[in-house]
């Protein structure tokens, strides 16, 4: 298995770039290339295919094989892709491991994240993620990314729209590992009503922004509450959270 975490650990280093080190295009920090705010997703990278940054890669690879070795039935997804780098890693951690009946579920509007819908959802009221272009990354766009890393295949699955139109219908009966980057409440709260009565008892929450975005973190424990869910919550970073499904 040496080859296969060798492969897996270049794959986290070309993803975010942190070889050629890509300034950051984010408003917040200076533009320079910074390792610290790289390995922490702390930037938006100008040409990386993904902002989580190290950690929270290792994190989703530690969930994945941790849900292979225990054969925690069910495919993969995240919910809000960005340019598709978590994603392309989830592929890429199957592939290293030989798995080809599980699959790898993409899903986003591929046009940003909605306008807020207060009337509904109060708590994201004010929210700003709409009005960053830097966000929204098109269907070809994120395919294209794929095949650039030889991984665009028949266990790659696109689901292109808003979450309220099509995670109802995710075509998949069981998932093993969760991960959720929509930001916003409606987002998460759409994603988990949807999706984690698929996830399997094993399988593995991932919400990115839990500790960051008001509006995520408030999904999650209200969701939490209401499906009097009591398995622990676990800090990745600044920013990350997971949880494992008890029975």
Same mark, same amino acid.
């Given at each position: $298995?040496?080859?296969?975490?060798?492969?897996?650990?270049?794959?986290?280093?070309?993803?975010?770039?942190?070889? %050629?080190?890509?300034?950051? &295009?984010?408003?917040?920090?200076?533009?320079? %290339?910074?390792?610290?705010?790289?390995?922490?997703?702390?930037?938006?990278?100008?040409?990386?295919?993904?902002?989580?940054?190290?950690?929270?890669?290792?994190?989703?690879?530690?969930?994945?094989?941790? &849900?292979?070795?225990? /054969?925690?039935?069910?495919?993969?997804?995240?919910?809000?892709?960005?340019?598709?780098?978590?994603?392309?890693? $989830?592929?890429?951690?199957?592939?290293?491991?030989?798995?080809?009946?599980?699959?790898?579920?993409?899903?986003?509007?591929?046009?940003?994240?909605?306008?807020?819908?207060?009337?509904?959802?109060?708590?994201?009221?004010?929210?700003?993620?709409? /009005?960053?272009?830097?966000?929204?990354?098109?269907?070809?766009?994120?395919?294209?990314?794929?095949? /650039?890393?030889?991984?665009?295949?028949?266990?790659?699955?696109?689901?292109?729209?808003?979450?309220?139109? #099509?995670?109802?219908?995710?075509? &998949?009966?069981?998932?093993?590992?969760?991960?959720?980057?929509?930001? $916003?409440?409606?987002? #998460?709260?759409?994603?988990?009503?949807?999706?984690?009565?698929?996830?399997?008892?094993?399988?593995?929450?991932?919400?990115?922004? %839990?500790?960051?975005?008001?509006?995520?973190?408030? &999904?999650?424990?209200?969701?939490?509450?209401?499906?009097?869910?009591?398995?622990?919550?676990?800090?990745?970073?600044?920013?990350?959270? %997971?949880?494992?499904?008890?029975?």
């Amino acid at each position: $298995m040496q080859a296969a975490a060798l492969y897996l650990d270049l794959m986290k280093k070309i993803l975010t770039n942190s070889i %050629y080190e890509d300034p950051n &295009a984010g408003p917040w920090q200076a533009p320079a %290339y910074a390792r610290p705010l790289r390995e922490n997703g702390q930037d938006w990278p100008l040409v990386a295919h993904t902002m989580i940054g190290l950690k929270r890669l290792d994190n989703l690879q530690y969930c994945i094989e941790r &849900a292979l070795a225990d /054969r925690v039935p069910g495919d993969l997804i995240e919910t809000g892709v960005w340019r598709g780098g978590a994603v392309i890693f $989830m592929r890429a951690t199957l592939k290293a491991h030989g798995v080809t009946d599980r699959r790898v579920l993409v899903a986003d509007s591929f046009e940003g994240l909605p306008e807020p819908d207060p009337a509904q959802f109060p708590e994201d009221a004010g929210d700003s993620h709409h /009005r960053h272009p830097y966000l929204a990354v098109s269907l070809e766009q994120v395919r294209a990314n794929f095949e /650039r890393y030889g991984l665009l295949d028949e266990q790659v699955v696109f689901l292109k729209g808003w979450f309220r139109d #099509t995670l109802p219908r995710v075509p &998949a009966d069981r998932l093993a590992v969760l991960r959720l980057d929509g930001d $916003m409440y409606e987002s #998460t709260w759409d994603a988990l009503r949807h999706l984690y009565p698929k996830l399997s008892v094993g399988g593995y929450v991932i919400v990115d922004d %839990y500790k960051v975005v008001p509006g995520c973190r408030a &999904a999650v424990e209200a969701f939490r509450r209401q499906q009097g869910i009591v398995d622990p919550i676990q800090d990745i970073d600044w920013a990350g959270v %997971y949880w494992r499904r008890g029975a």
